[in-house]
């Protein structure tokens, strides 16, 4: 096995004990220390690792000798270099630890991982100090729908010990799928941690808001880096010097709303919308990825050492070599050519900051740095341009569906091999169980990005790939080296259609075809829904909803919101774990609550016939792209919107911090709606709720706060929907309170008495009502009070109602 990989197993596993040592709290045998029970865990499957040819007895000893500070245990203190190597790293990823207290204390099995947000102080608030479960009621580990904090959560010495007993059934399963290579090995360890110890606090004796999986993958990828920086073979006092060793690399991918959006085949009728879309969106998601592997695989690291990562942007953390800033500099000249090729609509970016480990302790001064570096380099985009300006070719017909790149026939409606690809991709996702990256002979279609090929795998999995990455949270060991990132999101097909429906896939061909939907080949139940079929899925009009939706103040929360009267709380693995817990959410729990829905049914209170509707419908929403902190779906109109309000409760519920709210903007589209003019609308509506104070859906024309939306739709949206379905209100009527609202409210220039003008108007008018049915007509009064919000967003909740009823 190489000594750089040895390394990060080592960091890996260090403290693996304190799971085993807290399911067994109380237990006499032998040292009841944490390092001991690392130490015998590496002794119980010496057979794995002799079989990735490590030295199990070498791995033994240097996972349990890694606290310099326990001057009383030298059992425990580092005495080789390798020893040493881990025993830094370790001290480096946990600085919110006090070494001292912990020494001589232990761990106790009753103490909960607390939520990571509670820590972060935003607009003078804090978050509500509460705890995870690590096991549920929908098992043991991180699943989606788990990470939820709690008031009272289960954790015990009993918790533990399913926790450890769930780690024994991986690794058992790690045994009959023995890894391929030594980087598989570390990588199958690394998921089954990330499955088990997530909701595992690292320590119980100062703050426990770190998980153990935060805290051993951010000190494997120390390790390793640290061991590179002195090439194998540092003595311990070189490797105890402080000096700039290390490199914090960020990059990432700029132009990417412009690149998704630019699908000029919605405006020239080339067909195939729906799923070269999604297949641009992950293209995104690929190159970032590619470019992240490509930089690791090239100085022989793993993607452990992939730090912090989502929404197109990556960091690393590298040794600080000669060698690794030769490959720094060559990349970024390799995916400047790449852009350029692919039509400059993606720019890609690289900065580095060089670190010693003695700044581990101020992580958050290295990332201003390391940002500011970063916008140096964007006023500087495709700088070998430089050199190759005079190397232009001709003209040739562009794309009919990118309008960037040239066609590959010059006749009218051709498309590049780029576009033809995406078509190709679109195609496949339904289906596509992950993506493989591989050093050459990927197979097709691929993306082809700088040293790395990237390609979708169906049933059976790829030969030879350098990495997997699953699109579903399964962390089953299967030899091959993976992560569990959900890079393809969801893309509606017939099937759910005829789930929504209830028709045969017969009579749901024949009413696509009587209704003018579909245009394309494939009659299958796997073939994915055009624009036109999800908007004329809709209940109520048929239009298609467009939802774009943003995380609020988190840049603030990473910049400064660890920070407590001048001291940092911003450690290196609270702000890893703070970027994980994002990603999850955006990247996991929100597909899970398109395909799944059920999931989460107890959580948000919904009774059977909700579940159900959401069941049906749920699955018929689009996530153009969800990721980092965003997110921009589509789907018939009305799913989406109940979506959204399901979507920022589970998010409130998620982080538990009143300052850290989601604003986005809900927007109704016709089927054949160019897709850059659906972007551009949601984005101004967007910047709208943002504008006027966050925590806000633009929708008909109004920034809400979420909680007033919701009440309005359950007090007078239904209301008036159900009044429109009895004919106890006529549409007229509700036309006419409309108008009422946009000539005495809707305008800025009126005055007080002006606007007050509505009230007689409306009383008079609602006497219609009143002949028909009183109790409407009472309820309905409340109207004349404008200072309530049924007032104040009449035009949001009765325009729902309308579209809700419309034929």
């Keep these: 096995m190489p000594e750089g990989i040895a390394l990060a197993l080592a960091g890996l596993l260090h403290d693996i004990g304190k799971l085993f040592q807290r399911a067994r709290w109380g237990e006499r045998e032998g040292s009841a220390r944490h390092p001991a029970f690392s130490a015998r865990f590496v002794e119980q499957h010496g057979a794995l690792f002799r079989q990735a040819g490590l030295d199990p007895g070498w791995l033994q000893r240097t996972v349990q000798r890694h606290h310099e500070g326990w001057r009383e245990a030298p059992e425990f203190q580092p005495q080789t270099p390798e020893e040493w190597c881990v025993a830094l790293a370790d001290t480096y990823a946990s600085q919110e630890r006090e070494e001292a207290a912990q020494a001589g204390s232990g761990s106790v099995p009753d103490t909960p991982l607390l939520s990571v947000f509670h820590q972060l102080r935003l607009q003078e608030r804090e978050g509500e100090r509460l705890a995870l479960s690590p096991v549920h009621r929908l098992g043991e580990g991180l699943r989606p729908g788990a990470p939820y904090p709690e008031e009272r959560p289960n954790v015990s010495k009993d918790v533990y010990g399913r926790l450890a007993e769930r780690v024994e059934t991986r690794i058992r399963e790690l045994k009959a799928h023995p890894p391929g290579s030594p980087q598989a090995l570390l990588l199958s360890l690394a998921a089954i941690l990330h499955e088990s110890l997530t909701l595992v606090p690292a320590d119980t004796q100062s703050e426990p808001d770190v998980s153990l999986y935060d805290h051993l993958r951010l000190t494997a990828a120390i390790a390793h880096a640290l061991w590179l920086y002195h090439g194998g073979r540092a003595s311990v006092e070189e490797l105890r010097q402080d000096a700039e060793k290390f490199l914090l690399v ?87 050519a790449w852009a350029w090729e692919m039509g400059a609509s993606l720019l890609p970016h690289l900065a580095w900051l060089p670190f010693s480990g003695r700044e581990f302790a101020s992580f958050h001064v290295l990332l201003q740095r390391l940002h500011q570096k970063l916008a140096e380099v964007k006023l500087r985009p495709l700088g070998f341009l430089e050199a190759t300006r005079d190397s232009l070719g001709p003209a040739l017909r562009p794309c009919a569906a990118c309008g960037l790149r040239p066609a590959r026939e010059d006749e009218p409606g051709a498309l590049c091999w780029g576009c033809e690809r995406e078509r190709e991709v679109g195609t496949r996702l339904p289906a596509a169980q992950g993506v493989g990256f591989f050093l050459a002979d990927a197979p097709r279609p691929y993306y082809a990005f700088p040293r790395l090929q990237a390609a979708l795998w169906l049933d059976s999995l790829p030969s030879s790939p350098y990495h997997l990455e699953r699109a579903h949270p399964d962390f089953r060991p299967d030899g091959y080296p993976f992560e569990v990132k959900p890079l393809l999101g969801h893309l509606p097909t017939v099937a759910h259609a005829l789930r929504a429906t209830g028709k045969s896939l017969e009579e749901y061909q024949t009413w696509v075809a009587e209704e003018g939907l579909w245009e394309e080949e494939g009659t299958g139940e796997d073939r994915p829904l055009t624009f036109s079929e999800l908007a004329a899925l809709s209940q109520g009009a048929p239009y298609l909803g467009g939802l774009l939706l943003d995380a609020d103040r988190m840049g603030e929360a990473f910049a400064t919101g660890f920070q407590r009267n001048g001291h940092s709380l911003a450690t290196p693995s609270r702000i890893a774990s703070l970027s994980r817990s994002l990603e999850w959410f955006f990247a996991v729990e929100v597909l899970e609550l398109i395909r799944n829905p059920a999931t989460y049914k107890a959580r948000l209170g919904w009774n059977d016939v909700e579940a159900r509707e959401k069941a049906a419908h749920y699955p018929l929403i689009y996530s153009v792209y969800s990721g980092g902190d965003d997110l921009f779906l589509l789907g018939p109109w009305d799913a989406v919107l109940e979506f959204a309000l399901d979507l920022e409760r589970l998010y409130r519920l998620y982080v ?25 609308l949601l984005q101004e509506g967007e910047a709208e709720a943002k504008r006027q104070g966050r925590g806000r859906l633009f929708l008909f024309g109004q920034a809400v706060p979420w909680e007033t939306l919701r009440k309005l739709r359950r007090d007078w949206m239904e209301g008036l929907r159900r009044d429109l379905e009895a004919e106890r209100v006529s549409k007229a009527q509700v036309y006419r309170w409309l108008g009422l609202w946009q000539r005495h409210w809707g305008r800025e220039d009126l005055g007080e008495a002006e606007r007050m003008r509505y009230k007689p108007l409306l009383a008079y008018a609602l006497r219609r009502v009143r002949e028909k049915d009183e109790g409407a007509w009472k309820r309905y009064l409340d109207l004349l009070d404008h200072t309530q919000p049924p007032w104040q967003f009449l035009p949001v909740w009765v325009q729902w109602a309308l579209y809700r009823e419309r034929r």
């Excluded at 538990?656 to 551009?680: D, I, Y």
């Design 250 to 336: 960020v990059g990432g991918l700029g132009g990417i709303q412009g690149h998704i959006y630019r699908v000029a085949g919605a405006e020239t009728g080339v067909g195939g919308i729906a799923k070269r879309l999604r297949a641009r969106s992950l293209e995104v998601s690929l190159a970032a990825e590619a470019m992240a592997l490509g930089i690791l695989q090239g100085l022989g690291l793993t993607p452990l050492n992939r730090i912090m990562g989502a929404g197109g942007k990556f960091y690393l953390l590298l040794p600080n070599t000669p060698g690794a800033l030769k490959l720094l500099e060559s990349l970024r000249r390799e995916w400047e």
């Design 656 to 680: 538990r911090h009143e300052a850290l709210t989601l604003s986005g903007s809900f927007q109704l589209f016709g089927g054949k709606t160019p897709v850059p003019s659906m972007a551009r």
